[in-house]
């Protein structure tokens, strides 16, 4: 029933390493997100792919990487893990970008710490 | 460039006041506004999205002001209970269909 979802919900990794965060929904939107949440809990975009095609990309380094594989899927790679990348990370959906008529409908978010 | 501002103090107040949570922009009046709710160890969740050309916007126990002279946003909870205990974030648009998001206001309603 959950309208968007990502996995894992907890991520535990030694710095260098490289990671996965997935996420899927089944709202049928068109536009997925990647937002930043750190520990001052400012909620940072990352990404945005709308029908699998990459339409914002923000100072983010190119250890980031996002792929769309089709429109209900988002994922995020990251290579090269440093302390200063443990945060909890949100994958959001919304029916088109920026969205005017409503808002967006976030996961429940991943929490990573680079140890 | 846009920017986001909302009190980083937490709001305590009694139940069955209203509870009344400001939010400030800081260059040109965007589009529209919105606010979201979020639980520790949760994702935001939507409550009420508000256009520049709207004055007013309720929904339940929910209301939500825009004042593009005064460059901000006022979110009411009135008839506070403690289930409204939470976060709450406004988030607006940065152009180029960015959202960008305040770092929120916790909100605590003591029964």
């Known amino acids: 029933d959950t309208a968007v979802s990502q996995t894992p919900k907890y991520l535990v990794t030694q710095m260098g390493n490289d990671k996965s965060i997935k996420c899927e929904q089944n709202l049928g939107h068109d536009t997925m997100y990647w937002y930043k949440q750190d520990s001052k809990k400012f909620l940072k975009i990352m990404f945005s792919?709308?029908?699998?095609?990459?339409?914002i990309n923000e100072t983010v380094p190119n250890r980031f990487s996002p792929k769309s594989p089709d429109k209900a899927h988002l994922n995020l790679h990251i290579n090269s893990l440093e302390l200063g990348d443990s945060a909890v990370y949100f994958c959001a959906s919304s029916q088109e970008p920026g969205t005017t008529s409503g808002g967006y409908t976030f996961g429940s978010g991943t929490r990573l710490t680079v140890v | 460039s846009q920017k986001i501002e909302q009190n980083s103090e937490a709001l305590n107040i009694q139940e069955g006041k209203t509870a009344t949570l400001t939010c400030n922009y800081t260059n040109y009046s965007p589009a529209y506004l919105q606010w979201y709710r979020q639980d520790p160890g949760r994702g935001p969740v939507f409550l009420l999205l508000i256009r520049e050309n709207e004055k007013e916007k309720r929904k339940e126990r929910l209301k939500v002001t825009f004042d593009t002279t005064l460059k901000q946003s006022l979110f009411h909870i009135t008839a506070s209970q403690p289930a409204d205990s939470a976060t709450y974030l406004c988030g607006t648009e940065r152009g180029g269909f960015k959202t960008i998001f305040g770092a929120g206001t916790r909100l605590f309603v003591k029964a």
């Open positions: 792919y709308n029908n699998k095609e990459l339409i």
